[in-house]
């Protein structure tokens, strides 16, 4: 309900004043009473019953509101309840003899108090998952819900949502149900004190020791154990939170362990090899291949474990800064072993994420050192889209310290210990939840002046949502995630009775206020094609610059740290524009294209060049990096590797974060490679129309991860959908097949 005031003039002379009064609502909370929330409704129950409302009919739904206003203003005179507001709707449409609209307006209150009580019943949330209802089935595109354990965690998840919505606040449950907010993870959180995603403290856990199970693991002795112990550890830690996990910096993370492989070969060939000149290259040589063993098993370890939630671990891996042989080695070994690809057939793996970091004086130009590496990275890019790339000096400058993010794109911000030292590893977020920007800009039909009142309100919402995610996360035990909390992963080690606040508090995790939808705001108040407005892009910057400034308000009133995030939104890009489609129909550049655009991305739909889009986007990120990707749809590079690296380039002091989303998909069958088509019941190579997924290897870019939609049971039509998706999330641009032309001046 707005909290903005319409002034309206009444039918009858003798109408009494409207008093100022409050409404409560169902959830509890108190509202300013609003008449302009009437006349929607009865604008839509209008329509519902007599088709699109013409001049006559406007003016009876005013002269209606009109004695709703008076017959309100006549019985309270300080706090009307929500139902009794309806009970006078009802009344003034009976009396009016206006049945058909008070028989679609009664019939609409009656669906929603149903479809209230049928999110909050765990019944309900099973037998649509026994119906394999496609919101459910598909809501993660990396889980095969034809798996067992997958089909667990799904039934799990359908009873922990329903018990959730049951917990939350009852305005937040609310608003989440209406589609004012989504708060995610529901089918773990609340139910569960879980965290989100983090980065794990590898350095310390391997280099001291930890406990996994019943075994107390060593130190280890060789780079091969080392990607081992991180296998196991991503794994165990991945089943206890419901988000990704990263390892940061992993060239510099194994170096030392692959000294320990060096260290013994020169130790073999001293004793073998008479002549000092071949020892060295022989100790080199037989650390190369230990090396590449130890990163090949870790890339198969990796994509073939599956966690308690019935997926494979969502990892992320960043290199790129190492500058000794054995850290350019593990860099080395990275690129190749994901260009070779998986198994006899080559496919391309899905996890992990790959994040290659460019550094000014390092790698970026041609006379910087590791140069050869990032050449490498960029032929890697252009055959398996990944890596993404970071940007050094951008990341510091955004974030107040460089890391990588935790899995997709959740950014930790620069915090320092007590001594000063500055920690990046083992620390995490405690949650998300999105606003649903747009519906804001369609409530407010154009007023600026109710968009701010109202952004306000739903932000108050946002806050008690995030604090209610903080102080479930805080009810957590050390003995409910041991990896975590015990054994090293979060940094300290616990004991079983202590407080896990003490890992939260102080600015050291981060929680998260999501938002979605950026161009549907905008194009709101400008139309569909304000990119190049001033006065438009200006007015997207400040609705981020009043998330980031509550934030950072929040952050000082409770001492937790309260990031923006750019959510990653999957599904929730559907879900929002689905719903407002119903509530407001089918509005033009809105809710007409049946998604909502990404976080802070260009309309794909006008297919910018890399450098407009990213020259358009550079501002966003100041105001939101909780959480932030830039990506550039490229036509097949393999052929032309030089303009890929001519964006990454570009991109460098501009963004932070950039990904590469290029056609890769592959047939086996006829030896196809590019982009395969999408069709009701999967995808068809365009050459032979190959759709076996045991002869075809499909990725597509839907998100922050890649996905192989072949390999997953969809329902009829769903391939359709997301090939329709995944340049909307990706953010399409355009790129000449033979090269590119950057402006001098920008250069």
């Known amino acids: 309900m707005s909290t903005v005031s319409v002034t309206r003039k009444p039918v009858e002379d003798d109408y009494p004043q409207m ?71 009802e009344h003034v449409l009976l009396d009016s003899r206006e049945y058909d609209v008070a028989e679609a307006y009664i019939d609409y209150r009656v669906q929603r108090d149903i479809a209230r009580n049928r999110a909050t019943d765990v019944n309900e949330s099973i037998d649509r998952l026994i119906g394999k209802d496609a919101s459910i089935i598909n809501e993660n595109a990396n889980k095969d819900a034809e798996v067992f354990n997958t089909q667990r965690d799904l039934t799990a998840g359908a009873a922990a949502r329903a018990i959730g919505l049951r917990m939350l606040p009852p305005h937040v449950a609310n608003a989440h149900q209406k589609g004012d907010i989504h708060y995610h993870d529901l089918d773990y959180h609340p139910y569960t004190p879980m965290t989100n995603c983090c980065l794990i403290d590898f350095r310390t856990m391997l280099s001291t020791g930890y406990r996994i199970g019943n075994a107390q693991v060593e130190s280890p002795r060789s780079i091969q154990t080392a990607t081992a112990q991180i296998a196991q550890i991503i794994a165990n830690v991945s089943s206890s939170q419901y988000g990704g996990c990263s390892v940061n910096r992993i060239d510099e993370l194994l170096a030392p362990y692959a000294r320990l492989n060096l260290d013994k070969h020169m130790a073999d060939a001293r004793r073998w090899i008479p002549e000092p000149a071949h020892q060295l290259e022989f100790a080199r040589e037989k650390t190369r291949k230990a090396i590449y063993a130890a990163m090949q098993s870790l890339e198969y370890e990796i994509n073939t474990l599956f966690t308690s939630n019935g997926q494979t671990p969502f990892t992320s891996v960043g290199f790129g800064l190492g500058e000794g042989w054995l850290e350019r080695e593990i860099q080395r070994a990275i690129l190749q072993i994901r260009i070779g690809g ?74 320092r210990d007590e001594d000063g030292h500055d920690v990046s590893e083992g620390r995490m977020n405690l949650g998300v939840v999105t606003l649903n920007l747009p519906r804001i800009a369609l409530e407010t039909r154009g007023d600026k002046q109710a ?140 809710t007409d294209k049946d998604y909502y655009t990404n976080s802070f991305h260009y309309d794909v739909r006008k297919a910018p060049t890399p450098f407009e889009k990213l020259d358009f986007e550079k501002d966003y990120p100041v105001y939101a990096a909780g959480g932030f990707i830039h990506y550039c749809e490229y036509p097949v590079l393999q052929q032309n590797p030089k303009a890929l690296e001519a964006v990454w380039d570009y991109a460098y002091d501009r963004v932070g974060y950039l990904g590469t989303n290029t056609p ?68 399409a641009t355009s790129l000449p097949h033979e090269g590119v032309s950057v402006p001098p001046e920008q250069r």
């Open 19 to 89: 008093p100022v009064l409050t409404v409560l609502k169902r959830d509890g909370r108190r509202l300013r009473f609003d008449d302009a929330c009437i006349e929607r409704a009865l604008t839509k129950a209008f329509t519902a019953a007599h088709g699109t409302p013409g001049l006559l009919q406007l003016q009876r739904i005013s002269d209606l509101v009109a004695r709703i206003d008076a017959e309100i203003a006549q019985r309270f005179t300080d706090t009307v309840k929500i139902y009794e507001v309806q009970s006078v709707v």
């Open 342 to 415: 998986l198994g006899r057939e080559h496919r391309t793996a899905i996890f992990p994420k790959l994040i290659f970091t460019l550094r000014r004086g390092l790698n970026l130009a041609p006379t910087d050192p590791n140069y050869d590496i990032k050449e490498l990275a960029v032929e890697c890019a252009t055959k398996r889209m990944y890596p993404d790339v970071l940007s050094y000096d951008k990341i510091i400058e955004l974030t107040g310290s460089f890391k990588v993010p935790m899995g997709c794109r959740s950014f930790l911000q620069g915090w």
């Open 451 to 590: 968009f701010w009142a109202l952004l306000e309100e739903r932000l108050s919402i946002a806050h008690d949502a995030l604090m209610y995610r903080i102080e479930r996360c805080k009810e957590a035990t050390p003995r409910n995630a041991p990896i975590l909390y015990m054994h090293g992963a979060f940094g300290t080690k616990l004991s079983p009775t202590d407080d896990v606040d003490q890992l939260f508090r102080n600015g050291r995790a981060t929680v998260s206020l999501g938002y979605i939808g950026l161009y549907e705001v905008a194009t709101a108040f400008y139309g569909g094609a304000w990119e190049h407005d001033p006065e438009a892009k200006a007015f997207t910057l400040e609705v981020l610059r009043t998330l980031d400034e509550h934030a950072k308000a929040w952050k000082a009133a409770t001492g937790y740290h309260f990031s923006v995030y750019s959510t990653p939104s999957e599904s929730l890009t559907d879900r929002f524009c689905r719903l407002d489609r119903k509530k407001f129909g089918s509005v033009r550049d809105i």
């Open 664 to 731: 890769i998909d592959r047939c086996y069958a006829c030896g196809f490679s590019g982009d395969f088509t999408p069709t009701e019941e999967g995808f068809a190579c365009p050459e032979c129309g190959n759709t076996d997924p045991r002869t075809c290897d499909v990725v597509k870019r839907t998100c922050g991860y890649l996905g192989n939609p072949q390999q997953r049971p969809m329902v009829h039509g769903r391939h359709v959908e997301i090939s329709s998706r995944v340049k909307h999330m990706a953010g």
